[in-house]
Structure formats: C-alpha cells, structure tokens
C-alpha cells in the first residue's frame, strides 16, 4: 500500500507570494490533517478535513486555508507569504480521525523557503 | 501555552544502555498518548501509543509508562541501538489525533553511540 505522498518537496518562493501543496492520503483514509514543525515552534496542528469538510483548525491566521476534494487528496496555502513561513509543511492521513487507535500516517513533508 | 512539555531536548545513551524520555500534559481531556519517531528528511512515524485506561504498553525494546494521577508519561528503549538514533515526539489528543489534531512536545534529539 502507498504510503502519504507530498508535493512538491522543496519550494522556495518569496515575501508577498502565496502557495499551495498537495497532499494524497493513503488510498481509503478519508482524514487529512496538516502540520507546520518549525525548529523554534516543534510540530504544530493547522487544520484536519474530512470529507471534504474542515473539522478543525489550529491556532493559525487566516492566510493558512486548506480544502479536500472528493477523492480525498488535500492541498493548503498560504497566501502572502512571511519569512516566518518558511518550515516543513507535514500532512497526515487516517481512516476516520477519530477515537479508537486511529493512526495518523505522515508524508515526508514539503519543505517550504521564503527569501 | 505549551500543553506538552518534554525533556530531555537531547539525549546521548551508549549503545545497548536504556533511553528514556519524559513528556507532562496540562489538559486531562487528553486520551490518547502516541510517541512518534523521525529521521532527518522524513515526515514522523507512529512508534507506539497508550490510552490512560493502562499504566504501562509494551511492544519489543519500547515501553510506555504512563501516570495519570501526575499527567506524565515516558518512553523507555531497551538496549538502545544506533539505528534508533532519530527524534523523538511524544504528542497527546482527545480524540485519536485527527479531529482535534495531536499536541506533540518540542522533541527529544536522541544520539545512540556505538
């Protein structure tokens, strides 16, 4: 079975910008979650969608959005980028999201530069 | 307001001697407590996780302890080998990490020596 797959993998992009990953579940979860892990901050929830719904946010501003097609796959941006966006943008997907041992499986990450 | 302190940030062990890592939460509606482990360029795996209904897990040289009256739990790697030098996450939710999203700790930087 495929694992969590991110793209692109590395992006560099300046001041001003706005970008957008992508993120493609394991084949037959339906939560996506996304993470922000900085070396300052650690790893950090930014929002998790399931069914195309966003179930919750973390405590990010709003030029952080996300959405979930139908298939499942996730992309989020950030528009107007600041240099203090610049970190490894993880997504994680499990089966439901919820209770029991629900396993959050992560991608390798998009590492994100902001000059 | 960090909701789950870990310690040691790094930790340096001998090769085949015990690593052990403390984490402490704040919010008792945590029921789910995973420990993640991560190695440079890859995203963090699943290592094991507990659920405060027990005191202890076990599955091969990682242990979970876990104490619920002092909201702490550790991870414990017997013989400890240089393939387990990575970081280590311990994170804590209220609903199996995805709705709510998981807390994770700052990071243990573990360096197994040979």
């Known amino acids: 079975k495929a694992g969590v797959t991110q793209t692109p993998r590395y992006l560099i992009k300046t001041r001003g910008q706005q970008v957008t990953l992508s993120c493609s579940p394991i084949?037959?979860?339906?939560?996506v979650s996304w993470y922000q892990q900085t070396p300052g901050q650690g790893l950090q929830f930014l929002f998790e969608?399931?069914?195309?719904?966003?179930?919750n946010k973390g405590n990010f501003p709003g030029r952080f959005s996300g959405r979930q097609f139908s298939n499942s796959r996730s992309e989020m941006n950030v528009s107007t980028l600041e240099l203090g966006d610049s970190a490894l943008y993880l997504c994680?997907?499990?089966?439901?999201?919820?209770?029991?041992?629900?396993?959050?499986?992560f991608g390798p990450g998009t590492r994100l530069t902001v000059l | 307001q960090q909701q789950v302190k870990q310690s040691p940030q790094s930790l340096i062990v001998q090769k085949g001697g015990i690593s052990i890592i403390n984490c402490a939460y704040e919010?008792?509606?945590?029921?789910?407590f995973p420990w993640y482990q991560q190695f440079p360029g890859k995203g963090p795996a699943l290592l094991i996780a507990?659920?405060?209904?027990?005191s202890e897990k076990k599955e091969g040289r990682f242990t979970i302890s876990f104490n619920k009256s002092a909201k702490q739990f550790s991870l414990h790697i017997m013989d400890s080998q240089p393939g387990d030098s990575a970081t280590y996450f311990c994170?804590?939710?209220?609903?199996?990490?995805?709705?709510?999203?998981?807390?994770f700790g700052k990071g243990t930087h573990l360096i197994i020596q040979p």
């Open positions: 994680a997907s499990s089966m439901s999201g919820t209770g029991g041992t629900d396993t959050q499986y």
């Open positions: 969608y399931f069914s195309e719904t966003q179930r």
């Open positions: 994170a804590a939710s209220t609903s199996g990490g995805g709705a709510d999203g998981l807390t």
């Open positions: 084949s037959g979860h339906r939560s």
């Open positions: 919010n008792t509606a945590f029921d789910y």
């Open positions: 507990i659920r405060p209904d027990v």
